[in-house]
Nanobody, 117 residues
Framework: QVQLVESGGGLVQAGGSLRLSCAAS????????MGWYRQAPGKQRELVAV???????NYADSVKGRFSISRDNAKNTVYLQMNSLKPEDTAVYYC???????????WGQGTQVTVSS
């Protein structure tokens, strides 16, 4: 059994910052990719940022320069630092991990981020 526990969401004014955390626990041998996705009302879930086991990162164009993803492998935790937040960043944010050597996918329960104008 694998659990992902997210924290750090909330309400913030435009231009503000939030830091999301996602801690994985349970029967995990090793984690390959860790990532953050978001889903706004009426829209499809989209990639925000991913980070490989080696630390390579990839970001959605809409968040480049504002968001930063990082991970602590010793704690099986991934972080998303969000700066210069905009109202269009409002969404439920989900973390996802891919395990290895067998690739299993696990999702967190989601955390709400609301940015007021």
């Amino acid at each position: 059994q694998v659990q992902l526990v997210e924290s750090g969401g909330g309400l913030v004014q435009a231009g503000g910052s939030l830091r999301l955390s996602c801690a994985a626990s349970g029967s995990i041998f090793s984690i390959n990719t860790m990532g953050w996705y978001r889903q706004a009302p009426g829209k499809q879930r989209e990639l925000v940022a991913v980070i490989s086991s080696g630390g390579s990162t990839n970001y959605a164009d809409s968040v480049k320069g504002r968001f930063s993803i990082s991970r602590d492998n010793a704690k099986n935790t991934v972080y998303l630092q969000m700066n210069s937040l905009k109202p269009e960043d409002t969404a439920v944010y989900y973390c996802k991990i891919l395990t290895r050597p067998r690739e299993y996918e696990f999702w967190g329960q989601g955390t709400q981020v609301t940015v007021s104008s």
